[in-house]
């Protein structure tokens, strides 16, 4: 740098280790020399100057209104499962989401530097950020229960039709069994024990 950049930045016949005054003396220098030097030079590798590359494309460019706004694309990007009671696991800490989002793989974006906030995204949709979880608080969080879907009307006939016909069934089973028990009590001959032998009744 002491060697190569700053004869660039100090101009022709100015020594490269001749001192700033402070760092805004440095930018003001660099940006006049990026300026006025490097953007009108040919480059050898696109065979035009770098502002004349710049307008040759200029109707591509899009411009940001809010500067801010550029910062979110470049957070890290991590998925998590959001558990039955809204909370999701971050550095070894519980955080809370929105109850609509239970069940679901949601994205969480953050600065790797900060940590926080983490912000929340669902199907690519920004949604919130997470706060930290307070276990007092969310175990009095009100959640809808789940439901089976009621029966159709012709389902709900159908099984009571089964159900009555197996109970048909079984009575008249059960009444078979009992007639043919006396039947066979009756065609059982009774035999009596005498001294003399044995003999029918």
Known sequence: MRDRFLPLVNGEGKKSDESFKDIDALNSAF??????????????????????KYMSQISTVKHVQTPG??????????????????????DRQ????????????IEIRY???ERQPLYIYDAGQAIGTAS???????ARMKRKKKTSPPLS??????????????????GET???????????????PFKAILLDGEKDV
Not at 32 to 51: C, F, N, V
Not at 71 to 88: C, G, M, Q, Y
Not at 94 to 105: D, Q, R, S
Request: with cysteine; aromatic share 6%; glycine share 4%.
């Open 31 to 52: 940006h006049q020399w990026l300026e006025t030097d490097y953007h009108r030079k040919i480059h050898s590798a696109i065979g035009m100057t770098p502002l004349d």
């Open 69 to 90: 706004t550029m910062d979110r694309l470049f957070l890290k990007r991590e998925t998590r499962k959001v558990k039955h009671d809204a909370t999701i696991s971050f």
């Open 94 to 105: 519980l955080y809370e989401v929105a109850p609509i989002l239970i069940g679901k793989t």
């Open 111 to 113: 600065d790797p530097e």
């Open 132 to 138: 930290e979880c307070v276990m007092r608080d969310n």
């Open 153 to 170: 009307k012709t389902h709900e006939k159908t099984t009571n039709k089964r159900a009555r016909k197996g109970i048909q069934e079984t």
């Open 174 to 188: 059960n009444s078979q069994t009992s007639q043919n028990t006396k039947n066979t009590k009756k065609a059982l």
